[in-house]
């Protein structure tokens, strides 16, 4: 089992920055690749960003492409979405998932987290 905190959500204006966290904690060895997906009122979850523990390789959904920036610290076992740019479409729950390759597919990804609302008022 791994277990997932996320952290960092809040109200923010639009064009400013958020940065979430993700402590990851349990049998991490097992999960290759953390992942951020999001979810907004009546729309279904969405994925937003995926970091390689091992490399630090990541991609991003083009939504969210050159405003948000996915880090790790692997002493920490802790990953990181740094949000920049901010606008109200951005405003959703987010969570963290650890999963097996990195990929926007959400059934790659074994374990989630509780998730951290991000609000963005225009």
């Known amino acids: 089992q791994v277990q997932l905190v996320e952290s960092g959500g809040g109200l923010v204006q639009a064009g400013g920055s958020l940065r979430l966290s993700c402590v990851a904690s349990?049998?991490?060895?097992?999960?290759?690749?953390m992942g951020w997906f999001r979810q907004a009122p009546g729309k279904e979850r969405e994925f937003v960003a995926a970091?390689?523990?091992?490399?630090?390789?990541?991609t991003y959904a083009d939504s969210v492409k050159g405003r948000f920036t996915a880090s790790r610290d692997n002493a920490k076992n802790t990953v990181y979405l740094q949000m920049d740019s901010l606008s109200a479409d951005d405003t959703a729950v987010y969570y963290c998932?650890?999963?097996?390759?990195?990929?926007?597919?959400?059934?790659?990804?074994?374990?989630w987290g509780q998730g951290t609302q991000v609000t963005v008022s225009s």
């Open positions: 998932a650890a999963g097996r390759i990195a990929t926007a597919a959400s059934q790659y990804y074994d374990y």
């Open positions: 349990g049998r991490t060895f097992s999960s290759a690749v």
């Open positions: 970091i390689v523990w091992t490399s630090g390789s990541t």
